[in-house]
């Protein structure tokens, strides 16, 4: 079975994953160290009807799980990839548990909202990595095929 198409599926949710943090580092993230208090309560405010976990939340779980799928599937080809993709999870774990929330919680401080722009910029950097990892097996898969059907003609 091919399983190239999970994989574009999963590097395209990666990319929707990293330009979302990357907005939110550009827009959101540097208002938040001058004033901590008053742009989170602002920002609080503002989210009243939907927020960020709506729209992260199913993308990142989504594309770890697949990406898990397709390790299970296949190690090898998979094996980086999945390795750097668990490494994600963690960090943004990590992130969400021990900086966001007490950002949010009460209002954070300067430090809370610096340890988030430095850490949202590794966490960009492992889900391109992460990206590029599972665009390279896509295409290796998709030369693969291609050469599977010049094969058959």
Known sequence: MEHKWWTLAAVLG??????G????????????????????????A????TGPTLYFVPVTVLTCLVILILW?????AYRRAAVAALALTVLNAVIVA?????????????????????L????MALTATTAVLLFN???RLDQAAVQRQLGRM
């Open 21 to 44: 943090n990357l907005y939110e580092a550009v827009v959101f993230s540097p208002n938040w160290v001058v004033d901590t208090p008053a742009q989170m309560a602002r920002l609080d």
């Open 137 to 139: 097996t896509f295409r």
């Open 14 to 19: 990666l990319a929707c994953w990293f330009f």
């Open 98 to 118: 021990a900086v966001v929330t007490p950002l949010f919680g009460d209002g954070g401080d300067r430090t809370l909202a610096w340890t988030w722009n430095v």
């Open 46 to 49: 503002f989210f009243v009807t």
């Open 72 to 76: 299970l599937i296949d190690r090898t």
């Open 120 to 123: 949202n910029v590794v966490r």
